[in-house]
């Protein structure tokens, strides 16, 4: 790992959960490395494995996941750690778990107790990995509210979640995630809740943030729109793999892969005429169960070829600077125009 640059790195990431019916296959062999100060966006549909391949960061996923590969988190530079082999209950973990790593969930209703107030619930993380003073403490929560723009914060610490908006909560959520100062924020999808007006506020200040506290993102999202704000590079997901990655330029200019261009297709563009629709990826993701020895994308691909596609995976390659696919379609394409 290249310390100087990298502040996560995942290898060969692969979790399995047997059911009755066998064994579901939801994360096959991811590669990815998060940068320092940087922004990576993880895309694709409900149910590719996005959620389950960042909570594996934290060892927040339900007991019957089994994970294997490694997870390697730079603490700093002459120290890196294995998420993957600290016990999930462990002290060493819980030091990392909402001190220098963080993440922002789906739903912060759900996120949050109703029982205790939100000062109550932020002033926990600050408590627990910055000080124990609890004057210091609640004045750092306070000041953190305040940060990400929760107006009138000493009267709003001691409110209920249910007193929120949905904005004003996930703002809360945010406080509550960055008041330690994590180095790596992970957001699964943190807008997908809110209305238009308020998720680009939401995204304006998770930018400004970033910028402020030196920090790198893992940006979780099925919204291609949010990604072209948010992101410096992006990997798309399919059934549990890494299918492209690419930087965000080098993506929306010259997709590669069917499903990527299939996903950018289906993204309404302004000046776009009524009676154009909008472009549909036909079929489903399929179940991780039992799965054919090809690639996973196979029978909705509209450039599949038949005895090569569906008969061995294929495998991230450099097409150019930064760009890598995995689809043999695209390298037939290819050798075609040489």
């Known amino acids: 790992m ?11 990431l692969t979790i399995d959960i047997k ?8 994360v096959r062999g991811v590669q990815l490395d998060i940068k320092r100060n940087e922004t990576l966006g993880l895309v694709g549909e409900s149910g590719c494995g996005k959620s389950l391949t960042s909570k594996s960061i934290l060892g927040i996923n339900n007991k019957k996941c089994n994970s294997k590969g490694e997870i390697l988190f730079q603490l700093n530079p002459e120290k890196s750690v294995d998420m993957l082999k600290l ?14 790593i963080s993440m922002i969930f789906q739903e912060p209703l759900v996120a949050f107790s109703p029982l205790y107030t939100i000062g109550n619930q932020i002033n926990e993380c600050t408590r627990l990995h910055v000080t124990k003073d609890k004057v210091k403490s609640k004045a750092l929560s306070i000041e953190m509210m305040e940060k990400v723009g929760i107006a009138n ?8 979640p249910h007193e929120f908006s949905g904005g004003m909560l996930q703002r809360a959520m945010i406080a509550m995630s960055l008041v ?57 997901m399919y059934l549990g793999k890494i299918v492209e ?7 929306y200019k010259t997709p590669l892969h069917p499903y990527t261009n299939g996903l950018l297709g289906s993204v309404h563009r302004i000046g776009t005429s009524r009676e154009k629709r909008l472009y549909s ?3 489903t993701v399929p179940l991780a169960l039992n ?8 029978d909705r691909c509209p450039k599949k070829i038949k005895g090569i596609c569906n008969q061995k995976q294929p495998e991230l390659r450099e097409k150019s600077e930064g760009h890598f696919v995995a689809c043999f379609a695209c390298e037939h394409e290819e050798a075609k125009h040489e």
């Open 2 to 12: 290249n310390t100087i640059d990298t502040i996560l790195q995942m290898k060969d």
């Open 180 to 236: 330690s100062g994590p180095k790596l924020l992970i957001a699964d999808e943190p807008t997908t809740a809110l209305d238009v007006t308020i998720q680009a506020q939401i995204l304006d200040l998770m930018n400004n943030l970033k910028k402020e506290m030196g920090m790198s993102i893992l940006f979780i999202t099925h919204d291609l729109g949010t990604v072209a704000k948010m992101c410096d590079r992006v990997a798309v």
């Open 153 to 160: 914060a000493s009267k709003r610490y001691d409110q209920y």
């Open 19 to 26: 059911i009755d019916e066998g064994t579901l296959n939801v």
């Open 245 to 251: 990655l690419a930087p965000v330029r080098s993506l």
């Open 291 to 298: 799965l054919p020895k090809g690639c996973g994308f196979y």
């Open 87 to 100: 016990n999930p209950n462990g002290k060493a973990i819980k030091k990392i778990r909402g001190k220098e």
């Open 281 to 283: 990826i036909e079929g």
